[in-house]
């Protein structure tokens, strides 16, 4: 096979496995604005979404839909509650301790489920065709292209609903100065609990498209530590630089498999994530802060 054509298939699978990847780094980014907390536990709050539907559409047999609605609402369940008793209380404090919770977090998530679950792979029903999609001579997975559509069009309007909505206009007043926000009137605590419930829904939807390409696995929410590169390289405080970060890192352990081995394109993307930080500290698309004392 031409080698060209190769390597565009590799390519366009790279970006696909993107969009997830932003789709996921959304969520985490949403909840740095508005509250200066990193949320190490979003890999484990997706990998649950997808326990969670896996158990509404299999186990107790409510079909796709209902099991995806529940899978929903149980998550932005989960995440209102961890918000609201174990980060609230947090406020305040160094980031350091609230980065170490939401390590605590994730462990006991990841715990539970393999505690109810059990640690053994669960084939989640499909949701997605896997009849592969063609451009040109192009062969892209079925599976992986369509999931990568989903999630281009979830972070889209997400993307427009945080920028033209009022609940959106709240959220980035909340995240410039939560004093000012407070003397307008805005709700500080409920916006930061909305970022939770937004974080919740990328989750589920990213939880439920990964388990459907991959299995599901305890083990599913590692996939997050690929998102941290994307989140450096996009700007710890850019909701639209995830989107190309993503398809950016994507591409590039794609690349980087076909090219130089598996072994190499896990490490990749942190290496360009350090790069550019030795030149921009802020990522690419992110801003620094600037505090008047």
Known sequence: MNPIIVFAEYSAVGIAAGGIYALIALGTVVIFKSSQ???????EMMMLSAYFFYTAAVIFDFGLLPGFILALVGSIAVALLIERFALRPMLGRPFIAIVMVTFGIGSIIRGLV???????????PAILART??????????????????VAVVIV?????????????IALRAAAADQITAYSMGIDVRRVIAFTWVIAAITGCISGV???????????????????????????MNS???????????????????????TEFREITPYVLALLILLV???GLFGTAEIERI
């Open 37 to 43: 907390t990193f949320n190490f536990a979003m890999g």
């Open 114 to 124: 393999s505690m109810v679950w059990g640690p053994t792979d669960l084939q989640s």
């Open 132 to 149: 592969p999609v063609m451009i040109g001579s192009l062969f892209i997975p079925g599976k992986t292209a369509r999931a990568f559509a």
């Open 156 to 168: 889209g309007g997400l993307i427009a609903f945080l920028r033209y909505s009022r609940a959106g």
């Open 209 to 235: 498209l990964m388990a459907n390409v991959n299995s599901l696995t305890p083990n599913l929410g590692l996939v997050a530590l690929n998102v941290l590169s994307v989140i450096i390289l996009g700007g």
């Open 239 to 261: 909701i639209g630089g995830v989107l190309v970060a993503g398809l950016i890192i994507g591409w590039l352990e794609s690349v980087t498999g076909f090219l130089l081995g």
């Open 280 to 282: 921009r500290p802020t």
